[in-house]
Every structure is written in structure tokens, then in C-alpha cells.
């Protein structure tokens, strides 16, 4: 496609469940990123993938948060158990590289998570 | 630790100039970056700046002041679709991980 895409859009869940939010980046880009932004806040890195790297995990708020990138593409962000303080939007980007340069990062829509 | 600070909202009239500055104190310096990001949309980029001085484009310019640790982004000629919060990141060191700010509310009144 012609940009990131994110799916779901949004997604209710109740405390305590799971939650698998995907992240389709934008073809030929090497570089994907996953961030979550709470109301009014500003954007909170969580993770990065680099070609077959071994991610960069250090903004991972917790164990119940993890993610996989198959292929080098897709990138999926799993959340267990859910919790309330864990309803965000979560904002996956990807960018050519990752190794300085003015290498922008281009965002997809978001999933807005509500955790009830 | 990372530490950027920025006003968190601003009004200005149609037709003005707005100056938003942002503050950082990270560990590392590889790049700055503004985005806008209009409500319940995601970020788009604006600018990049790496060394000091003035990058400009149309109507909008950014400052980077490393010694300082200071930026700024200056809009020109306000228009009414200019309300949006303005996003400055900090890339802290050679991977490209962005440490945001919490953006700036930007309202254009007519």
C-alpha cells in the first residue's frame, strides 16, 4: 500500500484478556517502530525492529508486552492480560533505515485500545 | 534520562507567525525532528534539523541550537488548518528510536 497501515482501527477489551494489534509498514522500508500515546501525552517509544536485528525492546513497559516481525514486514504487538492503564493509541511507524540520517519515520493511523 | 519540554498549548490569530520552542536534555544528540499531528490523526513529519542553524520550508522553518540544547518551529502566515499539536523528538543516538516531547496544542483563531 501507500502508507502504514494499522489494524484493528479500535479495539474494546475487557481487563485481563489479550490483545494482538498488527502493523503493515510501508513496502521496501527496513525500519518499523511501535509507539503508544495516552491522552494528551506525548508519544512513548515501545520497540524497534531493524532488517533481521535483534529488536530493540528497551521501551517496553512490562513482560506482558511483546512483538514480532515476520518476514521483515509485518509486525504484529501482543498485550497480555490487559490492563486499564494500558488503553492508548498505539502507533506503529517505519522509516528506510535506522542509522542516523534525516530517515523520517512515517505513522499509521493508530489502534485506539480501551481496556474496560 | 530524557527530558524535552515544550508549551503545552498556544493561540494565535490567522495570518501571524507563531514561534514554538522546545527545551531537550538527552543523553545522546543524533537529530531533531517536528511533526504535527492534527487530532485523532497520526503524526506527519515537518522537519529535520542536525546541525545548528535554520532549515527552511514554505511557510515553516525549524532552529536547532545544539549548544544550547534549544529548537524552535516557526509558522508563517497562520492558516486556520494550521490547529494541530506540533510533536518535537529528540533521536538520541545512532539507532533511530525518537524520544517525543509532549506536543504542543496549536489553536488559530480567525
Known amino acids: 500500500g501507500a502508507g502504514v497501515s494499522q489494524s484493528p482501527s479500535n479495539k474494546v477489551t475487557e481487563k485481563g484478556k489479550d490483545v494482538e494489534l498488527r502493523c503493515d509498514p510501508i513496502?521496501?522500508?527496513?525500519?518499523l517502530y511501535w509507539y503508544r500515546q495516552s491522552l494528551g501525552q506525548g508519544l512513548e517509544f515501545l520497540i524497534y525492529?531493524?532488517?533481521?536485528?535483534?529488536?530493540?525492546k528497551s521501551g517496553l513497559p512490562s513482560d506482558r508486552f511483546s512483538a514480532e516481525r515476520t518476514g521483515g514486514s509485518v509486525s504484529t504487538l501482543t498485550i497480555q492480560r490487559t490492563q486499564q492503564e494500558d488503553s492508548a493509541v498505539y502507533l506503529c511507524?517505519?522509516?528506510?533505515?535506522?542509522?542516523?540520517?534525516?530517515?523520517?519515520?512515517?505513522f499509521g493511523p493508530g489502534t485506539r485500545l480501551t481496556v474496560t | 534520562g530524557q527530558n524535552i519540554d515544550q508549551p503545552t498549548e498556544m493561540t494565535a490569530t490567522e495570518g501571524a507567525i507563531v514561534q514554538i520552542n522546545c527545551t531537550y536534555q538527552?543523553?545522546?544528540?543524533?537529530?531533531l525532528f517536528w511533526y504535527q499531528q492534527h487530532a485523532g490523526e497520526a503524526p506527519t513529519f515537518l522537519s529535520y534539523?542536525?546541525?545548528?542553524g535554520l532549515e527552511e520550508k514554505g511557510r515553516f522553518s525549524s532552529f536547532l541550537s545544539r549548544s544550547k540544547g534549544y529548537s524552535y518551529l516557526l509558522l508563517k502566515e497562520l492558516q486556520m488548518k494550521d490547529s494541530a499539536s506540533y510533536l518535537c523528538?529528540?533521536?538520541?543516538?545512532?539507532?533511530?528510536?525518537?524520544?517525543f516531547g509532549g506536543g504542543t496544542r496549536l489553536m488559530v483563531k480567525p
Open positions: 511507524a517505519s522509516s528506510l533505515a535506522s542509522s542516523g540520517g534525516s530517515y523520517e519515520q512515517y
Open positions: 513496502s521496501g522500508h527496513t525500519a
Open positions: 525492529f531493524q532488517g533481521n536485528s535483534a529488536p530493540d
Open positions: 538527552t543523553s545522546g544528540f543524533n537529530g
Open positions: 534539523n542536525v546541525l545548528d
Open positions: 523528538a529528540v533521536r538520541p543516538n545512532a539507532g533511530n528510536m525518537l524520544t
